[in-house]
């Protein structure tokens, strides 16, 4: 299946062989009264969001490990097949892994076929979903250290930084939620909804914040002449990196209970996330591409502005040059990943499973990028000296141009 760092919590893979389709055709004459999906032979209940009993909201016989399973509907005259889509299973124990009965569609309560049902377990998935796992975890866990070190230092306060907090927190936010479903993995109904909408809104926000970070550094740098109110400036990014996404969270709830063939999210059908490659690329995709490709024009013109000049690199020019360096880096490890990602899912393979790995750790690649090797924090920790660690005096004295020329002050000087 493609690798997505979405359906790290819910991956799933649709193409089952051709030889279990044809096992579960072969048991349905033989498990229509040995094992049947509801007590006493009830009728089973078929509605666009979930499967259950007529009186009951459990099947009895499902296999106790089964997470997805496969539905055959039968017509009970000529006993064609159509294979449907997964769904949650309800885990009570039973050691079987099929089930039959007498299903009705809630839509057309006039209409009976025979179902049955089949659970298919995935083992080969097991190590990697692993590793995205302990990846997800390692990359909160890297991330709030990410925060904990600017809210301490007040050197990062710039709105460049500013900025920057907002995008871990909002990539923060999208990754616990991640993690929350990889521990509870039974998330169905209304609960798996509401998280598929809030994961949608913080990743998009993400990007949206990348966007602004990629922005703010062009315009130091090329409308570096024009006087900016940087606490108003603020506002604005405030109303383009969450609004933006809140307008795309909006459509996409209108949409989602919209009947006809209008495209809707349709979160809660196959997994939490989108029901296939339409939906995810009018939704999420789509607009990520489109802000990708803004933020490398950005570089382009100010790399273009910055490097024009070889002759004069006065203090404001080597000033702006570290800062493009400094969110470049960030963007190349944010950015390209992405686009791997967005490759991996149009081309699906297990090759692809480090660039998975690499976007589920991105909390880490963050910290490396924007603490680790930045001599403007080792500089304001050393002198901090936060829950009493010293880190070396000579720490203390680390020459950097980002900090004693930052953006908005070399602005003034021009």
Same mark, same amino acid.
């Given at each position: =299946?493609?690798?997505?760092?979405?359906?790290?919590?819910?991956?799933?893979?649709?193409?089952?062989?051709?030889?279990?389709?044809?096992?579960?055709?072969?048991?349905? !004459?033989?498990?229509?009264?040995?094992?049947?999906?509801?007590?006493?032979?009830?009728?089973?209940?078929?509605?666009?969001?979930?499967?259950?009993?007529?009186?009951?909201?459990?099947?009895?016989?499902?296999?106790?490990?089964?997470?997805?399973?496969?539905?055959?509907?039968?017509?009970?005259?000529?006993?064609?097949?159509?294979?449907? *889509?997964?769904?949650?299973?309800?885990?009570?124990?039973?050691?079987?892994?099929? !089930?039959?009965?007498?299903?009705?569609?809630?839509?057309?309560?006039?209409?009976?076929?025979?179902?049955?049902?089949?659970?298919?377990?995935?083992?080969?998935?097991?190590?990697?979903?692993?590793?995205?796992?302990?990846?997800?975890?390692? =990359?909160?866990?890297?991330?709030?250290?990410?925060?904990?070190?600017?809210?301490?230092?007040?050197?990062?306060?710039?709105?460049?930084?500013?900025?920057?907090?907002?995008?871990?927190?909002?990539?923060?936010?999208?990754?616990?939620?991640?993690?929350?479903?990889?521990?509870?993995?039974?998330?169905?109904?209304?609960?798996?909804?509401?998280?598929?909408?809030?994961?949608?809104?913080?990743?998009?926000?993400?990007?949206?914040?990348?966007?602004?970070?990629?922005?703010?550094?062009?315009?130091?740098?090329?409308?570096?002449?024009?006087?900016?109110?940087?606490?108003?400036?603020?506002?604005?990014?405030?109303?383009?990196?969450?609004?933006?996404?809140?307008?795309?969270?909006?459509?996409?709830?209108?949409?989602?209970?919209?009947?006809?063939?209008?495209?809707?999210?349709?979160?809660?059908?196959?997994?939490?996330?989108?029901?296939?490659?339409?939906?995810?690329?009018?939704?999420?995709?789509?607009?990520?591409?489109?802000?990708?490709?803004?933020?490398?024009?950005?570089?382009?013109?100010?790399? !273009?502005?910055?490097? =024009?000049?070889?002759?004069?690199?006065?203090?404001?020019?080597? =000033?702006?040059?570290? *800062?493009?360096?400094?969110?470049?880096?960030?963007?190349?490890?944010?950015?390209?990943?992405?686009?791997?990602?967005?490759?991996?899912?149009?081309?699906?393979?297990?090759?692809?499973?480090?660039?998975?790995?690499?976007?589920?750790?991105?909390?880490?690649?963050?910290?490396?990028?924007?603490?680790?090797?930045?001599?403007?924090?080792?500089?304001?920790?050393?002198?901090? *000296?936060?829950?009493?660690?010293?880190?070396?005096?000579?720490?203390?004295?680390?020459?950097?141009?980002?900090?004693?020329?930052?953006?908005?002050?070399?602005?003034?000087?021009?």
């Amino acid at each position: =299946s493609s690798g997505s760092v979405y359906e790290c919590a819910w991956r799933q893979d649709m193409g089952k062989p051709a030889i279990d389709i044809l096992m579960l055709y072969l048991m349905i !004459c033989q498990t229509q009264s040995e094992n049947p999906c509801c007590e006493n032979n009830e009728r089973i209940i078929m509605t666009e969001t979930e499967v259950k009993c007529e009186t009951s909201d459990k099947f009895i016989p499902l296999y106790n490990e089964c997470q997805d399973f496969f539905y055959l509907k039968v017509d009970p005259t000529n006993y064609e097949s159509e294979v449907q *889509k997964y769904i949650d299973t309800y885990i009570n124990g039973s050691q079987k892994r099929h !089930c039959s009965g007498l299903g009705v569609n809630a839509s057309d309560p006039e209409s009976h076929q025979f179902h049955a049902f089949i659970c298919f377990e995935d083992t080969a998935e097991d190590q990697p979903q692993l590793l995205y796992t302990i990846s997800q975890v390692v =990359s909160v866990v890297f991330i709030i250290l990410t925060l904990v070190v600017y809210w301490m230092l007040p050197e990062l306060r710039d709105i460049q930084d500013k900025s920057v907090m907002c995008f871990i927190g909002s990539l923060g936010m999208g990754y616990i939620i991640l993690t929350y479903v990889q521990f509870y993995q039974t998330v169905t109904g209304l609960q798996c909804v509401i998280i598929g909408f809030l994961v949608y809104f913080w990743f998009l926000s993400s990007f949206f914040w990348l966007h602004i970070n990629c922005f703010n550094v062009w315009r130091s740098s090329v409308l570096g002449h024009i006087q900016w109110e940087e606490s108003r400036l603020f506002i604005y990014y405030i109303g383009a990196g969450w609004g933006f996404p809140l307008l795309f969270l909006i459509v996409a709830m209108i949409t989602h209970n919209m009947p006809g063939s209008i495209i809707r999210p349709n979160f809660g059908e196959r997994s939490c996330w989108f029901a296939g490659n339409v939906e995810l690329w009018s939704f999420f995709y789509g607009p990520v591409a489109f802000l990708l490709i803004g933020n490398i024009l950005y570089f382009l013109s100010t790399a !273009c502005h910055l490097w =024009s000049d070889y002759e004069t690199p006065n203090i404001r020019l080597k =000033s702006l040059r570290y *800062k493009f360096a400094l969110y470049l880096r960030l963007y190349l490890a944010m950015g390209i990943t992405w686009i791997f990602e967005i490759i991996s899912y149009i081309y699906p393979g297990s090759l692809w499973m480090v660039t998975d790995i690499l976007n589920c750790l991105q909390g880490v690649i963050i910290f490396i990028v924007m603490i680790a090797t930045r001599r403007r924090v080792w500089r304001g920790l050393a002198r901090r *000296k936060p829950f009493g660690i010293s880190f070396g005096r000579h720490w203390e004295t680390l020459h950097d141009v980002e900090t004693e020329y930052p953006i908005e002050v070399a602005e003034g000087e021009s």
